[in-house]
Structures are given as C-alpha cells and as structure tokens.
C-alpha cells in the first residue's frame, strides 16, 4: 500500500496548529488547490485498469497519545468555482485508516459546445483537520489515496 498524498501539521506551546482553510485567489475567491497546499488530492475518473475510485483512504499517525480529530472532505467544482462538502464532519482515529465516499463523475459527452472543459471525470478534493482536540504536543501525519473497492 502506499497512500500518495501526504501533509503533517505540528503542535507545540510556543506553535499551535492552526486550521488549514479552503484554498483561495488574490482577492478572496475560492479557487482550486494549487501547489503548495499538500491537504488537497486530485483523483482521476478511473485506474490505469478502468476501474473508478469509490472511496478515499485517509490515514493518520500522531504523537503517542493522539487524540481522535474531527475532520471533513470538500470537492472543488470547476463549473461552479466552489468548494462543496462532500461529507458531513467524521472522526479520524489515530493509527487507523478511515475511508470516506467519494463521487466519480463521468466525462461529458464528446460535442462541439464541451470540447474544452477537459476531462470533467476527475476531482480535486480538500481535508480540513479540526485542530481543536490536538492537545498533545508533536507531529500529526496525513496520508490520503484513492480506494477501489465499494464495499
């Protein structure tokens, strides 16, 4: 297994984490995730086999004593220009891999009117961690990646 995405927040006295925000332009819109914003992950329409992904696999590693952390799952729309909540808020337990439904939306069909849109199929999605019950001091891990499996 390996979990492609990864970020890591760090909590101290002197450093307290501070919540991760919906990515946004210059002047205040929300925009997709760029680089530099390793909370975000971009899952394609289907596998180098056909198969399309189901779920995402989110992982988490923390200090000894790492709490339970509240966290929700956002999909940015290109068509729109918006982020939506994909989940409503879940728990992520430390050294356990938590699986969290997402939408595979399929292509458009090929016309003259949707020839630019680019492959609609794929998605950007955004984890924002509640850091509010990291209380213990040190390094809490995320590692995210697409699951093919539906049940």
Known sequence: MYLWQKFSR???ASTPWTVDALPV?????????GPGQPFAISVTTR????I???????????????????????????NTQRYYAVSTAFT???????FVSIMTIANPPPSSANMDQGMAGGASFVLIVNPTAA?????????????????
């Open 10 to 12: 760090v909590t101290a």
């Open 25 to 33: 332009d210059s002047v205040g819109n929300q925009a997709p995730p």
């Open 47 to 50: 596998d180098n086999n056909g």
């Open 52 to 78: 399309p992904p189901h779920r995402l696999a989110i992982a988490y590693h923390g200090p000894t004593t790492a709490p339970a952390l509240t966290a929700t799952l956002y999909v940015w729309d290109a």
């Open 92 to 98: 992520l337990t430390a050294e356990a891999i938590t």
């Open 135 to 151: 209380t213990t001091n040190g390094t809490y891990t995320f590692a995210m990646g697409p699951d093919l499996v539906t049940n």
